[in-house]
């Protein structure tokens, strides 16, 4: 299992990175994380949604209702510009701290 | 014998008791929690043991609350930040204040302008700012509404240029143009109030927690 701390702070990059494959909704949101992490990022299902609306209000995402399939409403959420600026941000940061990880962890087997 | 409805109603009742009352977030935690139920009973689980696995899952109402709260509160207009209303009604009043404006100064325009040489007077210059003032107060009003980040910027910026056009009120007057009636010191306090709700500490404190 993966620390809380780091569910946390991954949580805005992630989502971004999936809703800008395309719109999706937030339950889909969270099986696909679970998916591609074998289980192992485990978000606490509802605490998604705050982190979704604080994007929104942000301006990274936007939302509307439709109906799915089932006749079921649900809010799909979209990437907007900004979202992809901040995307772009958070990669740019996850990928400084993963050079350095790796780096330290080569030197320590060399 | 287990009645999924009315668990279901239960938990939206503990939902609405811990403060989880706008419509919005509330329909959207149902709406996944009886997709996660469908799927534990896809799974094998019987309707109790499935409502009661996706009950865990979406977390306790009371931190839920609290994270709503710090995202910048909960949507819609019956949301209960008061900043984000106020923001709302704010920018409700820049849309009404903008059209009611415009209204007023495209009919100056024609009367500064042309100077007798055909050349545009210095009234026309004012008053084309003051057009760009109520135009940047509707839209900068449309952002507020709809809580975009830019629409504290626009509405800053409208408020300082109105704030700032009122003085010119009284060269306009030696000109003889009467370009001002006297409401204008009522939209400068409304500019004054404005600014303070924008920028005062509480407001602030609000913006730091998003």
């Known amino acids: 299992m993966i620390r809380k701390e780091l569910v946390a702070a991954s949580a805005e990059p992630l989502i971004l990175s999936l809703l800008a494959k395309g719109e999706s909704y937030g339950y889909a949101i969270i099986q696909e994380v679970k998916a591609r992490s074998d289980g192992k990022l485990q978000w606490t299902d509802g605490m998604l949604y705050p982190v979704l609306h604080r994007m929104e209000h942000k301006g990274w995402i936007k939302s509307r209702w439709a109906e799915s399939e089932t006749g079921r409403k649900r809010k799909y959420y979209a990437l907007k510009r900004d979202g992809k600026t901040a995307m772009a941000k958070h990669h740019e940061q996850w990928s400084l701290v993963h050079s350095v990880l790796a780096g330290l962890q080569k030197e320590q087997y060399v | ?210």
């Open chain 2, 1 to 210: 014998m287990f009645d999924l409805e009315k668990a279901i109603s239960d938990w939206r009742h503990q939902m609405l008791a811990a403060g989880i009352k706008s419509p919005v977030p509330l329909e959207e935690l149902e709406g996944h929690l009886r997709e996660e139920i469908e799927q534990q009973m896809q799974s094998g689980l019987a309707e109790a043991g499935a409502f009661r696995s996706a009950i865990q899952t979406m977390g306790q109402a009371s931190l839920l609350k609290a994270e709503f709260d710090q995202t910048g509160g909960l949507d819609g207009w019956s949301g209960n930040n008061r900043f984000i209303n106020t923001n709302r009604i704010l920018g409700a009043f820049w849309v009404a204040q903008g059209f009611w404006y415009l209204s007023d100064l495209s009919a100056l325009l024609g009367q500064v302008n042309p100077s007798p040489k055909n050349e545009p007077s210095w009234g026309f210059f004012i008053v084309a700012m003051a057009v760009g003032a109520a135009l940047a107060g509707v839209w900068g009003g449309v952002c507020l509404i709809r809580g975009t980040k830019s629409g504290r910027t626009i509405i800053s910026a409208a408020a300082i240029l109105g704030l700032s056009l009122c003085p010119l009120q009284i060269p306009l007057h030696l000109f003889n143009l009467n370009l001002f009636p006297a409401w204008i010191t009522i939209f400068a306090a409304f500019d004054l109030i404005t600014l303070w709700l924008l920028f005062s500490p509480k407001h602030r404190t609000s913006k730091a927690a998003q």
